[in-house]
């Protein structure tokens, strides 16, 4: 299996044959089963409440996956702006994406705080091949600031984290499936990996892979928030950083909500950048749609100005 930043190093690099204002199908696709966090973090617009925030219809969620499956989604991510696990039926999402339409790939992200033991072995034995903690903070303090959670809290996420590596190792001990566990952390600041240092330390022996990201803005809407300069656009991982424009993700990954809408971004959280709704399109309408296209060419024309994008893309690192 191939670990988790080769992956998104393929996914991030734009390469000529995505180049196209009508791309082909993308090879992976996050979809939120809920827009809901238990989280509220300041650098995250999910705390703004700028839209509704439920649950993906789950009839919707099956017909979506099958067609997408058919069509040569190879890589399915069931998570998007909101906590995954949350959702009460999580690992017969899981069960269904592995097991009934034969995804090679589904991954998953976490805050953690509601990743127990069981609820991961659930979601492990369902087929899941890769799980991923979001773990941002030094300590219990900073982890009060930054997500407006309890300070206890902190301790739960770890222990967590270095749960799911004991229940990854007996599920693969039990049927020989092995899902990769692993961790990413944001440097808000210059001083941010320094002062992580010791937290990082501690759940490294637990994780495959650790990696950083950059501040991202949220296509605009967290710029600035508590002092912090966030990166233009989303550039991947720190270690192979891409260019803001054209931006990867109108080309590489497809982004579906809960409510059923492809969106062109990553940080979606207003709903400006819907280029379809998949409740009456197919998911290749959506995707080659109109007004996909144009933002496409003013993406690979690296001028957005008077786009949606504008916003996102106007920050300097």
Known sequence: ???ITERIDRITKLTRTYRSSTPPVPKS???ELTARCDFQCFFCASAMRLREKAEIDPAFYRRILKQMRDLG???IGLFYLGE???CRWLPEAVRYAKKECGYPYVFLTTN???????RVRECMEAGLDSLKFSFNFSDAEQFHQVTGVRQDDFAKVVEHLKSARRVRDEVQAASGHRCGLYASSIRYDDEQQVRMQAAVSEIVPYVDEHYWLPLYGQAGLTSGARGTVPTAGNQGRIGALRKPLPCWSLFTEGHITYDGRLSAC???HDGRFDMGNLNYETFMEAWHSVRFGKLRRANLAEDVRGTVCEQCIAYKS
Not at 112 to 118: I, K, Q, S, V
Request: hydrophobic share 40%.
């Open 1 to 3: 299996m191939s670990g």
């Open 29 to 31: 696709v996050k979809i």
């Open 84 to 86: 995954s696990f949350l």
């Open 112 to 118: 953690g705080r509601m990743a127990t033991p069981e």
């Open 266 to 268: 990553c940080f979606d």
């Open 73 to 75: 989604v190879e890589e």
